[in-house]
């Protein structure tokens, strides 16, 4: 196709080309030129693109049938899913919703959560506590959840403002602490505020485990995740995991929840779910949450697209490959190597001032200064710079300005779950000349 008038628009003005084809970790454009995918897109493609067993099986089922609501019909491919989820999912998370995307499985998991609690006669709590900086969505009310001002802001007097504590960004903390002791100190915080909120008025926490875009891959000290989950028990408000860019293995375990032995109440999943065949999501929760509001007359909540059997038999299909194909253990290994080779970066790049992240989802971020963490300056548009000489030598990968948006640049690399290490190199080899041209360009 070639350059016309667009009639369609998203975020901003759209320069990119036309995406022809994808084939495992690789896209190609319309002129033939292939990039590697290093950010899975928005860290959605887990499985890798265009996989034959999945595109038949999708085939299969759309020869079939394509949609039947759920209120006419049950289908076998919404109720397989339902039961291949609850099955590869740790213990006591059993029950799925279906939803259509990441802010739809948030929001749903917040109205069960609601809903739950007033099964209990707990009607008195609304507040949901959330960290600062986070990313659960778009819509007001995941919005109203989400730490990062640049999104928030222009929307602030339509939303109530839920309370927010600090995520545990350790990283940049100078302090004579232990990281042991650092991770006590950010859950501790989580109770001042319930305190602070009142507890009779706080009816969840939510947190994404290992964080997304906003933190860059921020993993919390070991001993935050134990401790937030006490601290949610003793005060009987419910943890929420938004494993929505974290789950179905992403992290190196199914659910990064997994890591540390933690089972949330509920659970929001999406991205890695559909895998980019289909746009899916599930909320997730035991029956203990869920029993009571079926007695209770039923959730209150739903969408006309969820569970339709289309999304669903890519679902399936989705967590059969991720089953058959090991994906789980090879993001947790492939993780390893590529923390590894970023590291080995660090050496050679100055202003490279952390690494991080868990399995295939990481980060590298960007300072002035490593023993103060300053960032650069704004004006080198850092963020923005990386990913253009990458996408320039086909690699695409994903930036944010951290920090809630205030100053600092990360950048996240997420590659499919099915990549080699020979891909992992081919990958560093680009992202080396993008950094080695990136410096060139800022003086650096
Ligand atoms: N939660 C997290 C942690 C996310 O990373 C995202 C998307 O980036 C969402 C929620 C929202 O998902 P969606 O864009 O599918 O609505």
Redesign the pocket.
């Known amino acids: 196709m070639t350059d016309q008038p667009s009639h369609l628009f998203y975020q901003s003005r759209n320069p990119r080309p036309f995406l022809d084809r994808g084939e495992g970790i690789y896209l190609f454009d319309q002129s033939g030129k292939r990039y590697i995918d290093g950010s899975s897109g928005?860290?959605v493609s887990n499985i890798g693109h265009s996989n034959p067993r999945v595109l038949a099986k999708m085939k299969a089922q759309m020869d079939k049938a394509t949609f039947g609501y759920r209120l006419h019909f049950r289908t076998e491919a919404s109720e397989n899913l339902a039961a291949k989820t609850a099955q590869m999912m740790p213990e006591g998370l059993d029950r799925v919703f279906f939803v259509s995307?990441?802010?739809?499985?948030?929001e749903s998991a917040v109205k069960l959560a609601r809903q739950y609690k007033i099964t209990q006669g707990e009607d008195s709590r609304w507040k949901v506590i959330s960290r600062f900086p986070s990313?659960?969505?778009?819509t007001l009310g995941?919005l109203d959840l989400t730490g990062y001002d640049p999104l928030t802001q222009p929307f602030a007097p339509m939303m109530r403002g839920m309370p927010k504590i600090p995520a545990p960004a350790t990283y940049l903390d100078r302090d004579n602490l232990t990281e042991h002791e650092r991770g006590l100190k950010y859950a501790e915080m989580l109770r001042d505020k319930i305190v602070a909120e009142g507890p009779d008025t706080v009816l969840a926490f939510i947190m994404?485990p290992v964080g997304?875009?906003s933190t860059g891959a921020l993993v919390a000290p070991d001993s935050y995740y134990g401790r937030i989950r006490e601290i949610c028990d003793e005060f009987g408000v419910l943890l929420i995991y938004?494993e929505?860019?974290t789950g179905v293995g992403r992290t190196g375990r199914f659910l990064a929840a997994e890591h540390w032995g933690i089972i949330p109440d509920i659970v929001?999943m999406?991205?890695g779910f559909g895998s980019g065949y289909a746009p899916l999501?599930a909320t997730v929760a035991g029956s203990r949450i869920v029993e009571p509001i079926l007695d209770a007359g039923g959730f209150q909540h739903g969408f006309t697209y969820a569970g339709n059997p289309m999304a669903c038999s890519a679902g399936l299909a989705v967590l059969e490959e991720i089953e058959s194909e090991g994906l789980v253990a090879n993001a947790a290994a492939m993780g390893d190597v590529l923390i590894a080779r970023m590291q080995g970066l660090m050496a050679r790049y100055p202003f490279i001032g952390d690494v991080r992240g868990k399995g295939l989802l990481t980060a590298f971020e960007f300072v002035s200064d490593r023993d103060t963490m300053e960032p650069l300056p704004v004006g080198l548009n850092a963020f923005s710079q990386l990913v253009e000489r990458a996408y320039e030598r086909g690699l695409i990968i994903y930036s944010r300005r951290t920090r809630g948006g205030a100053a600092g640049d990360h950048f996240l690399l997420a590659p499919p779950l099915i990549i080699t290490e020979a891909q992992i190199d081919e990958m560093m080899s680009i992202l080396t000349d993008s950094l080695d041209a990136f410096a060139a360009d800022a003086g650096l």
């Open positions: 928005a860290m995307g990441g802010s739809e499985a948030v990313y659960h969505g778009c995941a994404e997304g875009a938004d929505v860019m929001a999406s991205k999501g």
